[in-house]
């Protein structure tokens, strides 16, 4: 069974960054696409980004395109978000998330009943 632990998760101003990082147990992670979703205070979770199996694909949520950025290190199975220029509005939980199937695209990453598995979530908050 696929285990992920996010981390990198904090405090931090508006217009400042973060990188949020995810470890997965388990040989199959390079089969399988990833992403991230948030979930804020009140809110459903909502899709952030995805990447294909190679890395080779992402895909994001309009609202943080060009700001953040999804990558993975199959050698290690680590996924990575790196979030510039956060606003308040970023403010939540933010999930580590593994695709139910192989084959599932990046693209297709963006609905949560497409996830296999999710991480126990780690807290971005952003001051104005």
């Known amino acids: 069974q696929v285990q992920l632990v996010e981390s990198g998760g904090g405090l931090v101003q508006a217009g400042g960054s973060l990188r949020l990082s995810c470890a997965a147990s388990g040989r199959t992670f390079s089969t399988y696409a990833m992403g991230w979703f948030r979930q804020a205070p009140g809110k459903e979770r909502e899709f952030v980004a995805a990447i294909s199996t190679a890395g080779s694909s992402t895909y994001y949520k309009d609202s943080v395109k060009g700001r ?31 695709a139910r199937m192989t084959f599932t695209t990046a693209q297709s990453m963006n609905i ?13 908050t952003v001051s104005s």
Do not use: H
């Not at 199959?74 to 978000?81: E, F, H, S």
């Not at 949560?112 to 999710?118: E, Y």
């Open 68 to 98: 953040f950025t999804i990558s993975r290190d199959n050698a290690k199975n680590m996924l990575y978000l790196q979030m510039n220029s956060l606003k308040p509005e970023d403010t939540a939980l933010y999930y580590c998330a593994k």
């Open 112 to 124: 949560a009943s497409r996830v296999g598995s999710w991480g126990q979530g780690t807290q971005v």
